[in-house]
């Protein structure tokens, strides 16, 4: 005989109320005793584990008495088994079906599509968001719960038949104009969906070069050609086992500086973040920066389209973070670009934050002082509302003013009409306190020593 307290051997023998009370009296035993044992927490646990069974197992019968009751939308119902879909997914046909029938299928070493017979080019299968959101609407309507969704398969573990498929995309990269059109914006479109894709990239010699051929050997490009194959390059090189030999590939960063250059505003955009996705690797960064890629990167950054803004000042960030490249990018005209966004108020954090880096480089610090750099700085730290861009103003500020005590003046005379510096100094980052605080500092040498003399 059980003690009392222990549930019997057969759940089923207590009904929920019956239940609520055990759960109830347990409960309030083990507030209320300060010694309670651990034999008591564990059967509040069981109790509750099976109050909570019962439920379900009532909601699910009331739930399939239901569904036996009413007829689904044929659109609703999988091909092969007949029933309502609860993980509706496309195969290459465009056809749907319910993931584990049309697994099932495929797993046997069938390559056709159970309604059509056609032959699959590849067995990815793809999920039908739209139906799977019909079928959640309507059951909602009708009263019924939900169908719950079977556990989403990896597609890391890409079939031979994929794999065959990429390499045949790969094959017509090098065959006409038409096919290697066809081939590229698939490629673009499974590497964006797909990580597998992207893998396979880093798995397959040559696949790279292959990838590329179209846009090296032709001088009078398809555009849309073009486009798709920098995108492509794109989404493989997301991929971090990628990135290295993306960017060691000899052809790659010439194409995208020249991708930079010409070609739809997404190409150009695109090759801008490929190239930002690739200066993760700090040898990469050194890599684009001897390229000379921060050239055609801060001349777009120039032209100014708002699509490119915020990948080109990311990989101009990037790229300067090492600092090698920071030389670079003031011998390339970066000062005067950046500035040039800043005084306009285009994009003044990403400005701010590139200009903050190159402000340990000596030469960028006097071309910041000779372009007026200091009452936009002092304007901005005046009327923002960006404490991390106010951050990076007085850092540049306290730069520029240890370069060139002159201008102080300018500083001082904004400390006696607003107090900007003085209130930084009091309610800034961190980071901006000390800055704000070593420019107080100097002024009140200089106001020093000019009293002594």
């Known amino acids: 005989m059980a003690k009392p307290g222990v549930l019997d051997s057969d759940p089923e023998a207590k009904n929920i109320t019956e239940l609520k009370k055990e759960l109830q009296r347990l409960v309030r035993s083990i507030v209320d005793d300060e010694d309670c044992s651990a034999e008591a927490i564990d059967q509040a646990k069981e109790t509750l584990s099976v109050l909570r069974d019962l439920k379900l197992r009532k909601k699910s019968s009331l739930s399939l008495k239901l569904q036996k009751t009413v007829v689904f939308p044929d659109e609703f119902k999988c091909p092969i088994s007949k029933e309502l879909m609860k993980d509706p997914v496309i195969v290459a046909s465009g056809q749907t079906y319910d993931r584990p029938f049309i697994q099932k ?50 597609e890391e573990a890409i079939k031979e038949a994929d794999s065959d498929h990429f390499l045949c995309l790969l094959e017509k990269m090098s065959s006409t104009l038409s096919d290697q059109k066809a081939a590229a914006k698939e490629l673009r479109l499974l590497t964006k969906k797909h990580p597998c894709y992207r893998a396979l990239f880093a798995d397959t010699e040559d696949g790279i070069p292959q990838l590329l051929k179209p846009i090296c050997e032709s001088n009078s490009l398809d555009s849309d050609l073009r486009e798709d194959v920098i995108t492509t390059l794109l989404n493989i090189s997301i991929h971090d086992s990628n990135k290295k030999p993306v960017a060691e590939t000899p052809m790659v960063i010439p194409l995208l500086m020249k991708a930079l250059r010409t070609g739809t505003i997404e190409t150009r955009s695109n090759a801008a973040a490929a190239i930002f996705t690739l200066s993760a690797l700090d040898s990469n960064k050194e890599l684009i920066g001897k390229s000379d890629a921060l050239k055609p990167l801060i001349e777009l950054l120039e032209e100014g389209h708002p699509l490119t803004m915020k990948d080109v000042s990311s990989a101009i960030f990037s790229i300067c973070l090492i600092h090698e490249n920071r030389a670079r990018a003031v011998k390339d005209g970066a000062v005067r670009v950046i500035l040039t966004k800043v005084k306009n108020r285009i994009h003044v954090a990403e400005s701010l934050a590139i200009l903050a880096l190159l402000s340990t480089h000596h030469t960028a610090v006097q071309d910041m002082g000779e372009l007026g750099a200091v009452p936009s700085l002092l304007s901005i730290m005046r009327e923002g509302s960006c404490e991390r861009s106010k951050e990076n103003c007085v850092a540049i500020l306290q730069a520029i003013c240890l370069y060139d005590r002159s201008k102080l003046k300018e500083v001082r005379d904004e400390e006696n009409s607003h107090r900007t510096i003085s209130e930084l100094a009091r309610t800034g980052t961190s980071r901006a306190k000390r800055k704000a605080t070593g420019i107080l500092d100097r002024l009140n040498k200089i106001v020093n020593i000019t009293h002594t003399a």
């Open 105 to 154: 299928w495929l797993n046997s070493g069938n390559q056709t599509c159970p309604q059509t017979n056609q032959v699959l080019a590849h067995t990815l299968l793809i999920p039908n968001h739209l139906v799977r959101e019909m079928i959640e609407q309507w059951s909602k309507k009708q009263g019924l719960e939900s169908p719950n969704t079977v556990p989403y398969i990896n």
